[in-house]
Structures are given as C-alpha cells and as structure tokens.
C-alpha cells in the first residue's frame, strides 16, 4: 500500500443539534453499560471515524430535558446558561432505524456516569455533532490501541471495522484485570491488560511493556486515548521507541481534576 493510501483523511461536517429518546439498556460487565437512543432527529446522523465524539447534553438535576445550545444564522454553536454536556464516542449508527449505540463507562461521579446508572425507556438526552472525523485507514500491517475504559467504546468500534486479516495488539488499562471485557471484531490477535487507569508514572507496567515492545515490521500505527498526563506520557514513550509522530494519534478522554476534558495530544 503506498504512503498515499496510509494518510489520514480528515473530514469536517455541518453542525446539527438532535434530541433522542433512550429505546434499550444493555450492562457490558460490572462498569459498561450501552445505551441505544432512538428518534427521528438522529436522520442524517454522520460518524465517519470510529473515534468521532459526539456531544451529549444531561437534563440539570430536577429537570426532565436537556438543556440544549442554539446555532445562529452561520452554523455557530451559541451556549446558554445551565447547559450540561460531556463527550462521547458513538458506538453504532443504524441509519434505517435512526438509532444511535452511546456506551457509558459507570465511574467516578460525573453526570454520564450518574445519568445512565439511573437511566431508563422513554428519557430524552441531547447530540450535538460530530463535527470532524479523522479517518485512519485500515491498510496498515499492524495496529497499536492503546487505552483506558474510557477509551473501549472507540476501540471496540475500531476492531469491528478492521478487516480479519489486520496484526492487531490491544493494551488496556482497566480497574479490575480479573473481569475480561469481551471485544469484538475478528483481527484481535493480541490483548494486554494492565491494572488501575493511570500509568503516567515512569515505573508503571504499561510504559515498561512498551519500551520491552519490539516494533512489528513495516507499516503501523498506534491509536491511544484515555487520562491526559497518562496519555502525554504514553505518546513519549512511542516517539523514543522511534515512532514517527505521523503515525501516532493521542487524544486525551478526560483529566484527573478538570470537567469536560477532551484534547489532541500533540507536539
């Protein structure tokens, strides 16, 4: 495959606010929960990479709707007061039935986690975006996901489009190794778990499997989201193994003492 057809393809889309009603709940293991949201706002719903996030609006406490933003007459975002939201990645998008798959991972004392584990049929959240996608193709002759829990919704999408034939190595920072998270897709060949979900220190197990780590041979490329700090220090270690920084993408999912943290983990 030449470089041409490795390059990342970079996508903008037309900013469009939805409203939704949850349809099923489905538990993924003791901290993962998947929720499906159906309504005839998410027509015309576009996810073109698998870690697209969406923006998710929470009804205030005491409120049953969400409070939403307006768009003025450019397309521009105007946010209002109260407004609750936080990022997350859609998992499935079923076009026919105009359903939309978000996955909750139940930690902390956020309002994602504290919505959805009260969460039943028939309440409505708000979706804002995407607004880009990054496509990273799936040509490479191996694969790198690197993560948290906040990152297995975005990494299980990523394995169920990769064709079966992909070399594909996942390392996965979890609460408890001892509960094995099924994943989907074909092309897993390889799977590592790691305990807690924050290795940013120099002597954690995650950065010292990876400088042990030969690099496979000829194209790759690595895939790493999850706690900021962690994040910056994984990312180090992968250029000092001599990773090109082309063919690394790192996006921090949230950050110890901050609200609302969603970045790209770049030079």
């Known amino acids: 495959m030449s470089e041409t057809d490795l390059q990342i393809e970079r996508l903008r889309h037309p900013l469009v606010l939805r409203r939704a009603q949850v349809a099923a709940i489905a538990p993924r293991g003791e901290r993962l929960l998947r929720i499906t949201f159906r309504g005839p706002e ?10 697209d996030h969406v923006k998710v609006f929470f009804p205030a406490p005491g409120e049953a709707l969400p409070r939403m933003p307006s768009l003025d007459a450019d397309g521009k975002l105007v946010r209002g007061e109260g407004i609750i939201a936080r990022d997350y990645t859609p998992r499935r998008y079923d ?17 994602g986690t504290q919505w959805a584990a009260k969460a039943h049929i028939g309440q409505t959240l708000g979706f804002g975006g995407p607004r880009g996608s990054q496509v990273i193709p799936t040509g490479f002759d191996w694969h790198w996901l690197i993560g948290d829990e906040s990152a297995i919704p975005a990494i299980g999408r990523r394995l169920e489009e990769l064709p079966a034939t992909a070399q594909v190595t996942v390392m996965l920072m979890q609460a408890d190794v001892g509960t094995r998270l099924a994943l989907p897709g074909a092309a897993l060949l390889n799977r590592v778990s790691f305990a807690g979900s924050d290795h940013a220190a120099a002597d954690s197990p995650l950065l010292q499997h990876l400088a042990a780590l030969p690099l496979p041979g000829g ?23 001599g990773i090109d920084k082309r063919r690394i993408r790192a996006s921090s999912y949230w950050q110890h003492g901050a609200a609302a943290s969603h970045q790209t983990v770049e030079d």
């Open 95 to 111: 076009a026919e039935r105009c359903e939309l798959d978000i996955e909750f991972v139940l930690h902390g004392d956020g309002p």
């Open 219 to 241: 194209e790759g490329f690595v895939w790493v989201a999850g706690e900021l700090s962690t994040v910056r220090a994984i990312r180090a270690q992968l250029l000092a193994k």
């Open 42 to 51: 998410l027509a015309g719903f576009v996810s073109s990479s698998f870690d």
